[in-house]
């Protein structure tokens, strides 16, 4: 019988309050493969079914259509549990400019007043007073009066007059928020600055290396920000960047870190439990030499992982699916890492750090791409809207919302955790740090915060990465 081994008693103790804290005792996890379990190999994928219960089943459930078809929005947890869905497009102009609000308690949508102007593929950060930062077309929504006010542009916007697209937006520690790059058109900016929420203003932060479009940028838990990749133009080509560097916001400076193996732009970046970070595809942006083409493609259907210990790039196994631009990555309890969205099926891939392994989750139901995922206090993640993946002739933004179920767990009898804070809301490319709001008591599952983290962990992602440090740890005494 083909099993899951850890590699040593302490590391099965581990692994053992792990799943006890997510609420799935010995009779809810197999981590046994049994006989008759599918095996998936096709495009490089296993696909392991686990024998559970307890709500834990991987499947797709169907959620109350939005208010009004989206895609290129974002989605944020705020702070009472409710899902906020901002910006993006339609079919049809004028775009919606309304702020749409989720109940996951009663599965209804409502409208909470909009926007002052609409950005497509939305960046939306929460802020430590429970107002939402908006961008491009940068403003503040707060959901308290469902209001929405101006933001000061940066320096760069105000020397040019136009707002940049495909910046990011990073939460540090201190209440403060990164802004790195950005591009309008054909001009792309190094600039990186810091914005006060509190005196509404904004301060220099340094210069990037490189002018950056549809990168990355993750909080470490060090309080450091790794910043990864970019559009790019070589002569009139457009093509993307292998290069990464780092903020500290301790000395306001940045330094280079190393290249990833593959150049890459409009990816995603996901702060995993041990504080390393995975990288997931992106759009090559080239039309070169076919054998260059080769390598750009290949970004499409890779992962990389970045160890800020060792500042080194490690490819995962195969992921085995294309997912360029519009796809999501979201952290779930249990330490495995939701990616979705493509442009040719409605496959759903999961990510195992403790494994590193994908394995095919359940399909969506709705082939989608440009939505927004956002993940829920009990553990599940909400996926709304998009562009209708199969049809690029003729797409078709959907007002449809699905519901994954297979993050879902329950705390042990007679004991309720606060709910798991999301771990991001589905910014535009590039992605947005977004912290989440803090679970309700009571409510199902539980999550801690890592010191200097930009999301709050999971509890049995944080036993994982606990787990995965001793692991990594010993195997470097050897």
């Known amino acids: 019988m083909n099993s899951y081994r850890f590699g040593s008693l302490r590391s099965g103790i581990l692994c053992g309050a792990m799943f006890a804290a997510l609420g799935c005792g010995a009779d809810d996890v197999d981590l046994e493969r049994r006989a008759g379990d599918p095996v998936r190999e096709a495009d490089g994928i296993a696909e392991h079914t686990f024998t559970r219960s307890g709500g834990c089943e991987e499947e797709w459930v169907p959620a109350a259509p939005m208010m ?3 895609q290129g929005h974002a989605g944020t947890l705020l702070p009472n549990g409710t899902v906020l869905l901002l910006g993006g497009r339609d079919d049809d102009y004028p775009y919606p400019a309304s702020a749409q609000l989720y109940d996951p308690a009663t599965d209804t949508w409502e409208i909470g007043g909009s926007l002052l102007s609409v950005p497509y ?9 429970g107002r939402v930062l908006v961008s491009p077309d940068l403003q503040i929504y707060d959901p308290a009066t469902g209001l929405t006010t101006d933001v000061p542009p940066t320096p760069v916007e105000q020397g040019t007059g136009y707002g940049l697209e495909g910046a990011t937006a990073t939460l540090l520690p201190n209440g403060k928020v990164l802004r790195t790059g950005g591009h309008e058109d054909w001009f792309t900016t190094d600039e990186a600055v810091l914005y006060d929420p509190q005196a509404d203003a904004w301060s220099a932060a340094g210069t990037l290396a490189e002018a950056r479009k549809y990168h990355s940028a ?14 790019a133009m070589v002569g009139e080509l457009p ?6 560097e780092l903020y500290d916001p301790d000395t306001n400076t ?46 499409q259907t890779s992962a990389e992982i970045y160890d800020p210990a060792t500042d080194t790039w490690t490819l995962t196994s195969p992921m085995g ?3 360029g631009w519009g796809h999501t990555s979201t952290l779930l309890p249990n330490g495995r890492v ?6 040719y099926s409605p496959d759903v891939s999961l990510y195992d750090e403790m494994l590193d392994a994908w394995s095919a989750a359940a399909p969506l139901t709705t082939p989608r791409e440009f939505a927004s995922a956002t993940p829920l206090p009990d553990g599940s993640v909400l996926v709304a809207g998009g562009k209708h993946a199969l049809d690029i002739n003729e797409p078709v933004t959907l007002d449809s919302v699905e519901r994954y179920c297979g993050g879902i767990s329950s705390p042990p009898e007679g004991t309720g955790g606060g709910g798991a804070g999301g771990a991001g809301g589905a910014g535009g490319a590039g992605g947005v740090e977004d912290p989440g709001g803090p679970g309700g008591p009571g409510s199902e599952g539980c999550s801690l915060v890592a ?21 990594r740890r010993r195997a470097g005494r050897r």
């Open 321 to 323: 699916v294309h997912r």
């Open 239 to 244: 093509t993307a960047l292998a290069s990464a």
């Open 451 to 471: 010191p200097g983290a930009s999301a709050p962990i999971p509890a049995g992602a944080a036993l994982l990465g606990l787990l995965l440090l001793l692991q």
């Open 68 to 70: 009004e078809a989206r």
């Open 121 to 129: 593929r939305t960046q939306a950060l929460l802020l430590p007073d």
């Open 254 to 299: 940045w330094t280079p870190a190393a290249s990833t193996n593959f150049p890459r732009a409009t990816h995603t970046a996901t702060l995993l439990p041990s504080g390393r970070v995975l990288v997931v595809g992106g759009k090559p942006f080239y039309e070169g030499s076919e054998e260059d083409l080769e390598q750009h493609t290949e970004a």
């Open 338 to 343: 939701l990616v979705v969205g493509n442009s």
């Open 218 to 231: 993750t909080l470490l838990p060090d309080g450091r920000v790794l910043v990864v990749g970019s559009a």
